[in-house]
């Protein structure tokens, strides 16, 4: 098969779908890859370590997808990106439709087959492509939350840990799912005061097994949510619901009563954002304030920490690209239904049933 990777072009983006070593599992198995130029040179993956791996060097994106059967991205593609697929090619990527309606119309308009990182499975009911930039997001929250506490950024000017004789800062994790996890490891190790709320009695207490006395875990009710809201110096929507848009935890009239200078930082904006007053940001220009409060909300937080974010993503993705060329996509999805899981967009149609009521459009389902 012939695999295509294009330049990501999203605001500050600077991963790649294929590293090179990646490329040489393809190259191996006998695919071609065909690898625009300049795509890895934002984390210093130069066309040379590409084409010592085996991949032809292109000089534009239109060559990659008018040459490529499959094309493997990162993020969404643009509405540039959309425009150049078409019925023969295979999209595998991040999609998070649900939060999108523009691009889900263009890629049904398309005719493209569209697998997204975000939907597919595992044997355990986890969402194996999903996880190392969940946990990603997890840690980076508690670092860029930390960071706009400061004073200089329009924060409380609080630290996080406090010091002897100073309490911590309080720290509210909404949803103890893999980012909630990371969040609250990050937070703990910078001895914050740390609260995770779930609304599963069951995973909190796993979560305070696995964190026995440094956190506490707390029902995630509306009244407990707008306390802990009130009195939190940092919050962090990490809540997810797989393929669907996240649910508004935290209202407006929850914000306005939180403390001038607190801290918003909402994970799920990919989604959607579990704040009402959540619209997504860029890493140009990735913070708000309304009521006081500042708002991060950055739709691709991991692409700030883009070396080690392409790194962890490959590891998990290159099994099911190895599969996909292989195969196909009919024929590797029949044999996975874990991988079947991750078709959102076929011939035209929805065929993932949550985003098609999240965007009120018509929902097809897939048969092997």
């Not at 005061?193 to 956190?215: C, G, H, K, P, W």
């Not at 049933?353 to 389902?365: G, I, M, Q, R, T």
Request: glycine letters at 8%; charged letters at 20%; hydrophobic letters at 45%.
């Amino acid at each position: 098969m012939r695999v295509g990777v294009p330049k990501e072009i999203k605001n500050h983006e600077y991963r790649v779908g294929l590293t090179p070593a990646s490329v040489a599992e393809l190259v191996h198995a006998g695919h071609e890859v065909i690898v625009e130029t300049k795509a890895g040179n934002g984390i210093d993956l130069e066309d040379s370590a590409y084409t010592d791996a085996g991949a032809r060097i292109v000089p534009t994106a239109a060559d990659v997808f008018d040459q490529a059967e499959m094309i493997v991205k990162v993020k969404e593609p643009q509405q540039v990106e959309i425009a150049m697929l078409k019925p023969h090619h295979l999209l595998f990527t991040y999609l998070h439709l649900a939060a999108d309606k523009p691009q889900a119309e263009g890629l049904m308009k398309s005719g493209a087959t569209c697998i997204a990182y975000e939907t597919v499975t595992d044997r355990k009911g986890g969402l194996p492509l999903l996880k190392p930039m969940s946990e990603v997001a997890g840690r980076m929250s508690v670092q860029v939350g930390a960071h706009y506490l400061e004073k200089e950024q329009g924060g409380r000017g609080v630290l996080l840990g406090g010091v002897p004789g100073v309490a911590p800062a309080k720290v509210a994790i909404l949803g103890g799912g893999i980012s909630g996890v990371n969040a609250a490891q990050m937070a703990v190790g910078m001895r914050a005061d740390v609260t995770i709320y779930d609304i599963s009695n069951d995973r909190l207490a796993e979560l305070d097994m696995f964190f026995s006395s440094q956190i506490k875990t707390e029902f995630a009710s509306k009244a407990a949510i707008a306390e802990a809201v009130k009195h939190a110096n940092l919050v962090i929507g990490a809540v997810l619901v797989p393929g669907a848009a996240a649910p508004k935890l935290v209202t407006r009239d929850m914000i306005k009563t939180m403390q001038r200078g607190s801290v918003l930082v909402d994970i799920a904006i990919d989604q959607g954002g579990c704040f009402e007053t959540s619209h997504a940001t860029t890493h140009e220009d990735p913070v708000f304030v309304i009521d006081g409060v500042i708002h991060y909300c950055v739709a691709n937080m991991p692409g700030a920490v883009a070396r080690t974010s392409a790194f962890a993503l490959n590891n998990a993705t290159l099994p099911f690209a190895l599969r996909l060329a292989n195969m196909g996509a009919e024929a590797a999805m029949k044999a996975d239904p874990h991988l079947a899981a991750g078709l959102n967009v076929y011939k035209g149609k929805i065929a993932f049933k949550a985003v098609a009521d999240d965007l009120d459009l018509p929902f097809e389902a897939w048969t092997a």
